[in-house]
């Protein structure tokens, strides 16, 4: 389904549509869903299968419309106009996995669906899943969030670029750092939905137990660092990159041999340090032992990495 809002490509995912659509039904007045369902009845009907999926298509696109699914997104385009102007135009698609809803930017040559006239501007991805959509304020308040992060990535004055600084400990402990940038870039943008009174108690305070998990040796800092970054209004790429890379400390912390990140305790002698986690380490880390310590985010990280594939799932 492409849709033109005010001359700005919108393209939903057909079978997003169809599951957000089947999903909203229950809250159709009981008139209006018996007639979506004899309309849709009658797609059956059809004998011809690439017909009949036009049909279906056709059908869903239009409920669609009706039910006002897309109302949240039409919306939240209309207050980020900067998105509108930053970007070529947006694909809509489907998260299977509620962790898996973002946004982002595709560059052109990223782009699922290269355009035959090359743009020099990203386009604007978003996948989200039907229950998202089929439900208006939940769909908002995503909405609401993901566009501030794209807001910030086309902003020059942020500054955003994909490229962090590469640690010494390999993948586990870049995707650490990346996972520390991240939390405290959601600092900011949960001030900012805050402000705007779209944040709830309960999700303020995810993002501050988020932001205490990764930040342990900030100690009883942690509270004052917390309020400081989510009072932030204009952050930069640069800002949130320092805090991720060299947290502040009291001088009171240990230095974690691996990460190099200081944390107030480290790990010696942890039943957790299995035969298998000790060989992993050592592949990066040759001349580790338990007696040099190990952090939490550390242990965490090497004991989730040499788990069978799937467990935990």
Known sequence: MTTDHQQYPVEFEAKLIEEAVMLAESNLHPFKRSRFRRERDKCYLISDVELRETA??????????????DNPLTSAFADHPEIRNGTKGCLVLWSHKK??????????????KPSPKPSHKPSLVIRVQPHTISDSNTFKYFLDRELLYIEDMLDPDFGYTADC?????????????????????????????????????VQLKRTQKEFEMCFPELGQETGSRFQRLIEIDQPTHHEILALACEPQTDGTTGICPLCQF??????????RLTESVLKSIHNDFPDWNEAKGICIQCLDLYTVYVLPTGAGN
């Open 56 to 69: 279906f298509n056709t059908l869903h696109h239009r409920w669609f419309t009706e039910m006002a699914l």
């Open 99 to 112: 962790k898996n809803e973002y946004a982002d930017l595709l560059k052109e040559k990223q782009n699922l």
């Open 165 to 201: 600084p590469q640690l010494d400990g390999g993948s586990a402990h870049n995707d650490f750092l990346r996972r520390r940038y991240r939390t405290v870039w959601d600092c900011t943008i949960a001030g900012r939905l805050l402000r705007q009174e779209s944040l709830t108690d």
């Open 262 to 271: 200081p944390y107030a305790e480290l790990e010696f002698q942890s039943p």
